[in-house]
C-alpha cells in the first residue's frame, strides 16, 4: 500500500505504455506478421473508402446542378464534403485496429 502522498506506480504513463507495448510485442509473438494477400486487401478497403463517398457526393452534387440548373455550382462542394466524409471514415477504420 502506498502513502497517501506517493503516487501509484501503476498509474504511472511509463508503466502503461511500457505494458502496452509489451501485449502489443506478445501478439505479434504468438499471432505472426500480416499475409501479402491480407494487406493488400487492407489497401484495398481503405481505397474504396475514399472513392465511394467522393464519388457519392460528385454524384450527388450533378444532380443537385442539373435539377436547380445551376451549371457546377454544387458539384465541387458536395464532391469535398464526401471527401472529406471519405477521409474521416479511413481515419476512424485505421485507428480502430
Not at 500500500?1 to 507495448?21: C, N, W
Request: include cysteine; glycine fraction near 10%; charged fraction near 25%.
Amino acid at each position: 500500500m502506498t502513502p497517501p502522498d506517493q503516487k501509484d506506480p501503476e498509474d504511472d504513463p511509463l508503466v502503461i505504455e511500457s505494458r502496452r507495448r509489451r501485449d502489443r510485442r506478445d501478439r505479434w509473438l504468438r499471432e505472426g506478421d500480416l499475409s501479402v494477400g491480407r494487406r493488400l486487401a487492407q489497401i484495398g478497403v481503405l481505397g474504396w473508402i475514399f472513392v465511394v463517398p467522393t464519388l457519392a457526393g460528385l454524384f450527388l452534387g450533378r444532380w443537385l446542378d442539373a435539377h436547380f440548373g445551376t451549371g457546377i455550382f454544387w458539384s465541387a462542394p458536395c464532391m469535398v464534403v464526401g471527401l472529406c466524409i471519405g477521409f474521416w471514415t479511413a481515419w476512424k477504420w485505421m485507428n480502430a485496429k
